[in-house]
């Protein structure tokens, strides 16, 4: 059997749906995913399947699930040694945080999230807490705080040439 492809399969169907918006769906899918990564002691799949799923939890207004999720996630990712993704996730639990109203803890997690990205030259996941941070303060109504959370945001989009991050950074 070629468990590999179904896992594959699987995320590529799930990923439509999520496309679609049927976000229920797209979490069973994800969920056998994880399922085939688990029996294949794929942590680092696993580590991407959690991401996905805390995502769709987020989705679905699952947001204690999703925050578990992403923290199982980081936990893989800080056990394989990716770093880049520890750091994704962490801003990815800060927007779970922001979307709830806990702004000041989000706000710690987008700061943890750039001081591991910046541990690991990482320009495009600095760009993207900075500019988070800068949401979080905007929400505060501390806009001198979050003006220069986006112009730190907009220099890095800048400096790594992503057009996606100096999109979102304006």
């Given at each position: 059997?070629?468990?590999?492809?179904?896992?594959?399969?699987?995320?590529?169907?799930?990923?439509?749906?999520?496309?679609?918006?049927?976000?229920?769906?797209?979490?069973?899918?994800?969920?056998?995913?994880?399922?085939?990564?688990?029996?294949?002691?794929?942590?680092?799949?696993?580590?991407?399947?959690?991401?996905?799923?805390?995502?769709?939890?987020?989705?679905?207004?699952?947001?204690?699930?999703?925050?578990?999720?992403?923290?199982?996630?980081?936990?893989l990712d800080i056990e394989t040694g990716n770093r880049?993704?520890?750091?994704?996730?962490?801003?990815?639990?800060?927007?779970?945080?922001?979307?709830?109203?806990?702004?000041?803890?989000?706000?710690?997690?987008?700061?943890?999230?750039?001081?591991?990205?910046?541990?690991?030259?990482?320009?495009?996941?600095?760009?993207?807490?900075?500019?988070?941070?800068?949401?979080?303060?905007?929400?505060?109504?501390?806009?001198?705080?979050?003006?220069?959370?986006?112009?730190?945001?907009?220099?890095?989009?800048?400096?790594?040439?992503?057009?996606?991050?100096?999109?979102?950074?304006?």
């Amino acid at each position: 059997q070629d468990r590999m492809g179904e896992a594959r399969e699987f995320t590529n169907i799930a990923n439509v749906l999520q496309t679609k918006g049927e976000f229920a769906k797209a979490l069973d899918f994800r969920r056998r995913c994880l399922a085939i990564d688990e029996e294949l002691d794929d942590k680092q799949s696993q580590a991407i399947d959690w991401g996905n799923i805390g995502t769709l939890q987020d989705a679905l207004s699952l947001y204690h699930e999703a925050i578990e999720s992403l923290e199982r996630g980081r936990k893989l990712d800080i056990e394989t040694g990716n770093r880049q993704g520890e750091a994704m996730v962490i801003n990815e639990i800060g927007l779970v945080l922001m979307e709830t109203g806990k702004l000041r803890q989000a706000l710690v997690k987008f700061a943890e999230s750039l001081a591991l990205a910046v541990k690991i030259d990482d320009k495009g996941t600095q760009a993207f807490a900075l500019s988070n941070q800068g949401t979080a303060h905007q929400l505060l109504n501390e806009y001198g705080e979050a003006l220069i959370a986006f112009q730190a945001a907009l220099r890095l989009a800048i400096e790594s040439r992503n057009p996606v991050e100096v999109a979102k950074s304006r």
